[in-house]
């Protein structure tokens, strides 16, 4: 039997399978998920000896387990390193899902559930592509290493000490991601490059207790508005982030380059529908496609402080906190820009309050060449998949792991995104189409098996 047909043959296995790992709520960033942290992993390790890796090994580190495995049975052909994650976002607010989270649900052509498209989904994609070859074939075409973490939503904190300590082992030709969205529907991509991620919080204290704004207010400095008025003050009229030498590292961004992302088939109606907003703004001087995937931002992601439970509390909060973050294009370097941001920070607060300033994660940007012949080769394989040619695109989002992989290894990172950019990833009603899920499959499956001829 073909492998097309094979696959074909099998979608309702597949997709009844990928419910069963969504159905596990592996949420990293909260402790009282462990268990379920525990019990993805070893269901990765299981369906990892299903498709048919022999070594197969659950890595515990400080946080939670790496998955391994590698099948290096294919002398002569190349070796390819695949990632992905097995956590997901929490689900919250869980009153804004129309079918629970946890519990996936097929609607209108579309597989809902937290983790369908980032990445529980996408990862599937690639074991179900293996294990399909694996049966029509007998063996893998090439020799495959496989990655799967369980901490990447939550900044990838013990990757990079495993990476360092087992570089002999996790070397490759090339790494392969499906972590990442096509530019639109119908519009299979590889993604040439991500911007990388500072995380901060700031905690800011007044005065040493909560006061009764009757009692005090008009006569003490409150943080809550010192808080927002810092906030004020760090974008220009122009929508450029007010921080001295911010942008000096930027690298410059070819006229040629430029011109090829905004001559990709964006649709704009396609982004306005999906964000909603009544206007659009942006860094002015660049299109909104340049917005997000060449330039650098600065985004507030959550203040909080005082009451904002039920009816009214007259109080002068004693601390008001913000959550923000960098997202860095090349040539910054997180580490050089989180220190402008810090003192830039302390120079604009009065001192009226103390602040105390963390550095949460930071996270390199990436961009790379795409002529290796590996992209020819993905390129044909997701027309296989598609019946479209691939474009190559730039995104606004952060995996920490390519930076460290292609910094480590110099080799080949080819990012095959199955998502869309409207599939509310990290929001209500996440969901993965289920032509790109199967339509995956077939071309990663082709993908693979087109490799053994490089
Ligand atoms: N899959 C995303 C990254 C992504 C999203 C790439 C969209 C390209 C387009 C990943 O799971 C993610 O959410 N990463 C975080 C960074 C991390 C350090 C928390 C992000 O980008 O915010
Ligand atoms: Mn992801
Ligand atoms: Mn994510």
């Not at 579309?110 to 179900?128: E, P, W």
């Not at 972590?179 to 700031?202: F, H």
Request: positive net charge.
């Amino acid at each position: 039997m073909n492998l097309a047909e094979f696959i074909e043959g099998r979608r309702d296995q597949h997709l009844a399978e990928l419910c069963e790992f969504l159905r596990i709520p592996s949420v990293s960033a909260k402790s009282e998920h462990k268990p379920d942290i525990e019990r993805a992993s070893r269901w990765v390790a299981d369906h990892l000896r299903a498709a048919g890796f022999k070594t197969v090994e659950i890595v515990p580190t400080n946080l939670h387990p790496l998955v391994y495995a590698e099948s290096l049975e294919a002398p002569g052909k190349p070796t390819i390193l695949f990632y992905g994650h097995y956590d997901v976002q929490p689900a919250e607010p869980l009153d804004l899902w129309t079918s629970p989270a946890f519990e996936p649900t097929v609607r209108n052509g579309n597989l809902f559930g937290r983790g369908t498209a980032d990445d529980k989904g996408q990862v599937h994609i690639h074991l179900k592509a293996l294990e399909s070859l694996r049966q029509v074939n007998g063996k893998f075409p090439i020799n495959v290493k496989v990655l799967i973490e369980g901490e990447e939503e939550v900044g990838s904190v013990s990757l990079w000490d495993y990476v360092q300590k087992n570089k002999e082992k996790l070397k490759a030709d090339a790494l392969v991601v499906s972590d990442t969205a096509m530019l639109g529907k119908g519009v299979p991509s590889i993604t040439y490059g991500l911007r990388g991620l500072n995380y901060y919080q700031i905690e800011l204290t007044g005065p040493a207790r909560d006061l009764h704004s009757g009692v005090y207010g008009g006569a003490v400095p409150n943080p809550l508005t010192i808080l927002t008025e810092l906030f004020a003050k760090l974008h220009d009229k122009n929508y450029r982030a007010v921080v001295p030498g911010f942008y000096d590292q930027v690298a410059k961004v070819s006229k040629a380059e430029r011109k090829a992302l905004n001559a990709l088939p964006w649709k704009r109606k396609e982004f306005e529908k999906a964000v909603g907003a009544p206007v659009y703004f942006g860094e002015a001087g660049f299109t909104t496609i340049e917005r997000i995937a060449i330039r650098p931002t600065f985004e507030l992601n959550g203040i909080w402080g005082g009451y904002i439970g039920e009816g009214a509390k007259t109080v002068i909060p004693s601390k008001a906190f913000a959550k923000f973050s960098t997202r860095l294009v090349p040539n910054q370097e997180p580490h050089k820009i989180a220190k402008l941001v810090e003192k830039h920070i302390r120079k604009l607060l009065p001192k009226a309050v103390h602040c105390k300033f963390e550095v949460l994660s930071t996270g390199k940007p990436w961009v790379a060449p795409y002529h290796a012949p590996i992209f020819k080769k993905a390129q044909s394989a997701l027309e296989k998949g598609f019946g479209k040619k691939a474009v190559f695109i730039r995104e606004g989002g952060s995996i920490p792991f390519v930076t460290q992989m292609h910094d480590t290894f110099k080799v080949p990172c080819v990012l095959i995104g199955f998502g869309l950019p409207d599939e509310n990833a990290h929001a209500p009603d996440e969901h993965i189409a289920l032509e790109n899920y199967f339509g995956g499959i077939k071309a990663i499956a082709h993908f693979y098996a087109d490799l053994a001829a490089l």
